[in-house]
């Protein structure tokens, strides 16, 4: 029987105040045990973020930048000078746009960091035979450590370390993969496999707001007050995952990750330090409604009844502003041009949502009929 225990601190953090959170990171950070002893002085480190689309960071769409400096001056007070922030977003992006809106522009100016456009790939073999391309320039980094936005998903429950993996797949190759596993339980697993090719050797998690509702883009901001930390990923997306009101068996990315070996789960192997467990407790965030929902449905089946009850993406003419990065980015060319306006054909979309995550401007959003309060 294995009796290895992991440390995952949670620390409450009420505000991303620059001073404020600075404390909290490296409270958080040395509660967690501190960060692996391959991460010494001289290493060169990439810090990986969630930055999804260019949106700025009071939508809870993206890490904050403020939870980014704390770590970067902790980084710094142990002589780790070497430091670059990058991430692949959902579909194609203007990087300075994506940068100067999401706050990293002046972050890494302020701090005299790097940034990192993921735009080269190498590949790499998962499941025996499945090949991916990912970042090239990841072999160039002796330590990454992610630094996820704690949300909803509305094809994995929640998003968070384990997830946040998928960002090393650069730009439209994510989407083909969408479209090679379209359900929520087949790309659950696909990335459950890949977090072990591309496993973090530190997580930080930005949980002082996160996000309820239709994640990863759509939902709304709410006030939660936690960073948390740990050297397992898996452990600490079991934790936050408490946040909703889930228990980590309920999110099938966490549940095979840890059924692979890739990280732990079981609360009696997670020690919990910091100051912040009773208030993830008490917490009660809105899940995505229909990712649940979504679960219930039998593998098999996924696609007819997604298709029959209409549940299928929706696109908000008087909020699009015909940008044409939804067409661009689905993978099934399901969605069309029509008199000025985009359209979905619903026999043709999978339910992937890269549409969803790819509009900067929220236009598009799942119907959902009274037939899926059946599935409750």
Not at 16 to 34: F, H, L, M
Not at 54 to 59: D, F, I, L, Q, T
Not at 322 to 331: F, N, P, Q, T, Y
Not at 333 to 350: D, M, R
């Amino acid at each position: 029987m294995n009796t290895q225990k992991t440390i995952v601190s949670a620390l409450y953090c009420d505000n991303y105040n620059p001073a404020t959170v600075i404390d909290k990171v490296k409270k958080a950070i040395t509660a967690s045990g501190g960060l692996p002893k391959k991460i010494k002085p001289g290493t060169k480190v990439l810090i990986n973020p969630n930055l999804l689309t260019a949106k700025s960071p009071e939508n809870a769409v993206t890490t904050h930048p403020s939870v980014i400096k704390g770590l970067i001056h902790y980084l710094k007070s142990v002589n780790i000078t070497d430091i670059t922030i990058g991430d692949s977003p959902a579909g194609s992006h203007d990087w300075k746009k994506l940068w100067d809106i999401t706050g990293m522009s002046d972050l890494a100016r302020t701090e005299n960091v790097q940034l990192l456009a993921f735009e080269n790939t190498k590949t790499v073999t998962i499941d025996n035979d499945l090949v991916i391309p990912v970042l090239k320039e990841i072999d160039d980094f002796d330590a990454v450590i992610s630094v996820p936005k704690l949300k909803t998903h509305l094809l994995t429950k929640i998003t968070g370390a384990v997830k946040n993996t998928y960002g090393m797949i650069p730009g439209k190759a994510k989407t083909h993969f969408h479209g090679t596993h379209p359900s929520p339980r087949k790309m659950s697993k696909f990335i459950a496999k890949l977090y072990d090719t591309l496993k973090p050797d530190f997580v930080l998690m930005d949980a002082v707001e996160s996000m309820e509702g239709e994640g990863p883009n759509t939902g709304k901001p709410v006030q939660t007050g936690i960073i948390l930390a740990g050297k397992d990923g898996v452990a600490v997306d079991a934790a936050a995952c408490s946040v909703y009101g889930y228990k980590p068996e309920d999110i099938l990315i966490i549940k095979e990750a840890a059924k692979a070996g890739f990280g732990i789960i079981d609360s009696d192997r997670i020690e919990k330090t910091g100051d912040a467990w009773h208030t993830i407790k008490a917490l009660k965030a809105k899940k995505a409604f229909l990712s649940d929902v979504f679960y219930k449905i039998p593998e098999k089946l996924f696609f007819i009844v997604s298709y029959i009850t209409s549940c299928r993406p929706k696109i908000d003419s008087k909020k699009c502003v015909k940008c044409g990065k939804c067409m661009e980015e689905c993978s099934q060319s399901a969605i069309y041009k029509k008199n000025n306006k985009y359209k979905v054909k619903n026999k043709k979309c999978i339910l992937c949502m890269c549409c969803i995550e790819t509009c900067p401007f929220k236009a598009i959003k799942l119907k959902r009929s009274w037939i899926w309060d059946l599935f409750i």
